[in-house]
């Protein structure tokens, strides 16, 4: 689970902000909406909510988590010399795409122990990269890399015990990506590595559709019958060999993995079945059924997932295809102490005000972006004034009213003259244009 993530000089957010997962107060305010560690000395939060207007930046910190995610996974994969495809400056500074991008974020492993990573680099090389274990409660040193260390100079700490610690490793290489995935590494850093590998981000948009998980009957039988409890309109969801399809050539070099989920959805169709007015049931095909219904079978297998393996979802725009009261039965699940027992997390942005309830979300799950000059802030709900938002109050209205910023300044006005201009612009060219048949 995420305790804290902090950022800086990254697409729109140029100044240093910080997004927290960590209950600082009000422990009694819907318990159930975060998950006691270390002996209940902290509170994690199960879940958050990020609002704001359009480009104002909230895609942006959805994607350097995923950026974290991409450093440690793959990094060890670039060749000497090619560029670290995160980096992504603030571009609209006068030297902010000479400068590194930071990244920090703090972490529970499954196991149960609390670790900070924090790194800065440039388009081709890792400056800064450290962490930092609370394994004691106070923060121990496990390895850390300056801008002249190399694989040979690395630091590390007493904390880190057992297996091999120093590897070889490019400048664009991250250690604990090179590390994390070697047999020969301690324990506890290939757990790192797996839990930065699990982490799952959904774009705004991305088609999420693969067959693949609905191939295991038991992932098809519990998504089958919570597709049916969401009030679709279908009775159950099987999976068909389609017929006469041959199979593909791919070519040899392409990982197993992707060729795995090509083969599965080239060999196999989706059916929704809808009870007719007869009783009897009539199949229908993914194309036939609405956004809505394929979307929530898309998403339905990665929600078990996480929560199966106590990850982290990172959910892009969770309201596109979703009517509000999907959203609020996702945000049930893993609010739900029984269902989400190992303190699994969904991250998500949203348009939906009417996840903006004081009765079901808690002050510091609810957090707003906005933008100036380019430049993106972030803001909890719980940072306002208890005497102006208390823990009971309206969040929507006051949101919808301006009280708490993040809203698009949009003047009607001059939407509207800018409007009308065009319309007359449009005409006068049409009066003028030469006419094609008399010419």
Not at 79 to 94: N, T, V
Not at 172 to 200: K, Q
Not at 286 to 299: H, K, N, V
Request: aromatic fraction near 10%; glycine fraction near 6%.
């Amino acid at each position: 689970m995420i305790v804290e993530l902090c950022l800086s000089n990254f697409r729109s957010f140029q100044e240093v902000q910080l997004l927290s997962m960590n209950v600082e107060s009000a422990r009694k305010r819907l318990p159930a909406n975060f998950t006691p560690i270390e002996q209940g000395r902290l509170g994690v939060l199960r879940s958050a909510a990020i609002l704001g207007p359009n480009a104002s930046g909230k895609s942006n910190l959805l994607t350097a988590i995923a950026a974290l995610r991409w450093i440690v996974r793959s990094s060890a994969d670039r060749k000497e010399g090619q560029r670290i495809l995160p980096y992504e400056p603030f571009r609209l500074s006068d030297d902010g795409t000479n400068k590194p991008v930071n990244l920090e974020l703090e972490f529970v492993v499954p196991s149960g122990i609390r670790y900070r990573y924090e790194v800065s680099f440039s388009s081709s090389r890792f400056l800064e990269e450290r962490l930092y274990s609370f394994a004691n409660r106070s923060r121990a040193t496990v390895f850390e890399r300056g801008p002249r260390d190399t694989w040979e100079s690395i630091k590390f700490g007493g904390t880190y015990k057992g297996g091999n610690r120093r590897f070889p490793f490019f400048a664009n290489v991250a250690y604990l990506s090179r590390a994390g995935n070697d047999a020969s590494s301690s324990p506890f850093i290939r757990e790192i590595y797996r839990y930065f590998e699990s982490l799952t981000h959904v774009p705004a948009g991305q088609n999420l559709f693969s067959l693949l998980p609905l191939t295991q009957p038991s992932t098809l039988a519990a998504v089958s019958e919570l597709i049916c409890l969401a009030d679709t309109g279908v009775t159950k969801v099987t999976m068909e060999e389609k017929e006469g399809v041959e199979d593909l050539k791919l070519p040899d070099n392409m990982p197993e993995e992707l060729k795995e989920v090509i083969l599965t959805e080239n060999r196999v169709a989706t059916k929704y079945w809808v009870r007719s007015q007869s009783g009897g049931l009539i199949s229908f095909d993914s194309d036939e059924m609405s956004d809505g219904t394929t979307r929530l079978l898309q998403i339905l297998p990665i929600v078990l997932q996480v929560l199966e393996a106590s990850s982290v979802l990172l959910l892009d725009e969770i309201d596109a295809h979703f009517h509000t009261d999907i959203v609020d039965l996702i945000l049930k699940l893993f609010q739900d102490p029984e269902i989400n027992a190992k303190g699994a997390q969904l991250i998500f942005t949203t348009h939906d005000t009417n996840v903006l309830n004081s009765s079901f979300l808690r002050r510091d799950q609810i957090w707003f972006v906005s933008k100036t000059d380019g430049s993106s802030t972030l803001k909890s709900l719980d940072e306002y004034d208890r005497k102006y938002v208390r823990h009971d109050s309206p969040f929507e209205s006051f949101y919808r009213d301006g009280r708490l910023g993040a809203l698009p300044q949009v003047s009607y006005s001059s939407v509207k003259s800018a409007v009308l201009n065009a319309l007359a612009n449009r005409a006068t060219a049409d009066v003028e244009a030469p006419d094609a048949q008399s010419a």
